[in-house]
């Protein structure tokens, strides 16, 4: 018989306090909700019988608005839900802070091109039933106090659970991606009384936080003031930790199978939880969703069928390099019209154009470009660069907010020499855009903070020549000086941080002046070579088809 989610086998449940589904819909944040929204595509494509499980985010993330001195306000990204979901006639209840809170969902079905659809449920507490604070619960994605935090996470877990059992999911697999769902492990066990057997074999984990700070940790005393009597303490600091819940312990220790999202992180992952037998799972992108419009009309034409089966780029080489470059060329040319028209900037098509967008975040060192602005000015003397920058910083984080001015002002003290641009509200639009169109994609965190990163896979599908530090998803996908560069030494090597970061900077600036900049200027048929080596040696492998596969055969079966 089926039900209102339109089958009645069983489904893989998979929960995410953000998933990226369409520029609109402002249900995401940065890198976690857009692999969450690539694993709910590549799932509809494979017609894996998934269904995801998130927040409705009603209120959004939020617009971003800089000034001209790149001081960045915050205002409220309105959408209606129902311009895309459908509420379903279901309530289900949680008590919190002994309220009983309902919560209702929408529908979203995400349907692929090979005609297969994964549906995901959107959870609202935004009821007139509800009191005022409670209704406010799935407004807005990573806002509030801690409080806040543990009662959407109460909703995402607890309500998740029970919502699809309400709409009649039988669920084979609960797939926590990331702590925030964590606590649906807790209501399985209630479920099932008490039976850790039963809910280990249901649950699968995916951390993607190589920081201890980064774990989401709740005070018992916060923990039992909204719970109540929920779930008793014994049990709760059993698998959440003794003195304080910490959701990633509470995942690891209610699930069969875990994972790290690239195979440095793993290493990380197993030191930070010592005990733990950790897998790996590579991050992938979805294809399809991340090659531009140019680039889908030559795979079309030379691959075909490469959307659903992503190992035909193996191919590439079956594309003439001229038609790689055009294709490469109308990207760039569209991004900088745009980016001139935004900007107001006077960005050439022929210039070497080095493109850095993601959230903007002290690890991810936005402004490391400019360390050294002498041996910056020199490499554009070598031969002329230009930049663009992308990205939001969370409404909290001052010092994310600080590296935004900078840059604005390195843009002043550069002015005439470099052109450097800055665009608002970094989504999935404009990431396309800016990941297509540059020649460049430019990665810089601090080691080892990057768990994996996804967005140099979305270059490279595009022929885009990705230049990163030896981190998450880059060790496993550089070979230098083929499939594009790295930049500083090797994980393990024994250097002090300042070292490293000295061994960072020369190459960041050497590579630039003495390899790269002459390739790109003098030498294009090697050039081209990387490009197509990025499409040869990293889109046919780091994308989310072949990342599903794994889950599949390893997590879910
Ligand atoms: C891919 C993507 C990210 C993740 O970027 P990283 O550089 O891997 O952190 C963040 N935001 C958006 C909008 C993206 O498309």
Redesign the pocket.
């Known amino acids: 018989m089926d039900n209102v989610i339109g089958t009645s086998g069983r489904r893989i449940a998979y929960f995410s306090m953000e998933i ?1 589904l369409k520029n609109e819909m402002p249900t995401y944040s ?2 976690l909700g ?1 692999l969450a929204g690539d694993t709910i595509r590549a799932s509809a494509d494979l017609g894996l019988p998934l269904i995801g499980v998130t927040l409705l985010n009603k209120k959004g993330y939020f617009m971003q608005k800089l000034d001209d001195e790149g001081r960045q306000t915050e205002h409220q990204h309105e959408w209606a839900p129902s311009d895309y979901m459908q509420l379903l006639p279901y309530e289900v209840k949680v008590r919190i802070q002994g309220r009983d809170v309902r919560i209702r969902a929408w529908i979203y079905e995400h349907h692929s091109l090979t005609k297969e659809k994964v549906p995901v449920i959107f959870l609202d507490t935004d009821i007139e039933e509800n009191a005022p604070v409670d209704r406010q619960i799935t407004y807005s994605l990573y806002g509030g106090d801690s409080k806040y935090r543990l009662k959407q996470e109460m909703v995402l877990g607890i309500g998740g659970v029970r919502m699809l059992n309400s709409l009649g999911c039988s669920i084979s697999k609960y797939h926590m991606n990331e702590g925030h769902s964590s606590l649906l492990a807790i209501e399985l066990l209630r479920q099932n009384n008490m039976n850790e057997l039963y809910v280990k074999e249901h649950c699968v984990f995916t951390t993607h936080t190589p920081i201890e700070s980064g774990h989401d940790v709740f005070p018992y005393e916060i923990v039992f003031e909204l719970m109540g009597d929920y779930v008793d303490s014994e049990t709760l600091k059993k698998y959440g930790g003794e003195h304080e819940l910490n959701m990633t312990l509470l995942g690891l220790n209610l699930s069969h199978y875990i994972n790290g999202v690239a195979k440095r992180h793993r290493e990380i992952s197993e030191k930070m939880f010592p005990g733990y037998k950790f897998n790996s799972i590579t991050n992938g ?1 979805h294809s399809y969703t991340w090659v531009c419009q140019h680039f889908r009309e030559l795979y079309d034409k030379y691959l075909r069928g490469w959307a659903n089966e992503p190992e035909l780029l193996v191919r590439v080489r079956s594309i003439p390099d001229n038609e790689i470059w055009d294709a490469h060329q109308l990207a760039k040319k569209e991004l900088l019209d745009y980016v001139n028209s935004k900007c107001g900037t006077n960005m050439d098509p022929d210039t070497l154009t080095i493109g850095f967008a ?2 903007i975040t002290e690890y ?1 060192r936005p402004t490391f470009i400019f360390s050294d602005l002498k041996r910056l000015r020199k490499v554009n003397e070598a031969g002329k660069i230009q930049l663009i920058f992308a990205g939001k910083a969370h409404p909290r984080d001052i010092q994310g907010k600080q590296f935004i001015e900078r840059i604005f002002q390195y843009k002043e003290e550069l002015k005439g020499e470099i052109e450097i641009a800055y665009l608002e509200n ?3 639009d ?2 396309m855009k800016i990941v297509s169109g540059v020649d460049i994609w430019l ?1 810089n965190p601090k080691k080892p903070l990057e768990a ?5 896979m ?1 270059a490279a599908h595009n022929g885009v020549v990705n230049f990163s530090v030896l981190d998450g998803w880059w060790l496993e996908g550089c070979v230098e000086g083929v499939t594009g560069y790295a930049i500083g030494p090797m994980p393990h090597v024994e250097k002090s941080p300042e070292e490293i970061e000295m061994m960072e900077l020369d190459d960041l600036y050497n590579k630039l002046e003495y390899i790269m900049i002459p390739k790109y200027y003098c030498r294009k048929d090697e050039w081209i070579g990387l490009m197509n080596n990025s499409i040869e040696m990293i889109a046919y492998y780091f994308n989310s088809h072949r990342m599903m596969h794994r889950y599949v055969t390893e997590a879910y079966l």
């Open positions: 990226g940065g890198g857009i992108v993601r959230r991810k970094y989504g999935i404009l990431a990665n994996s990163g996804t967005s140099g979305k």
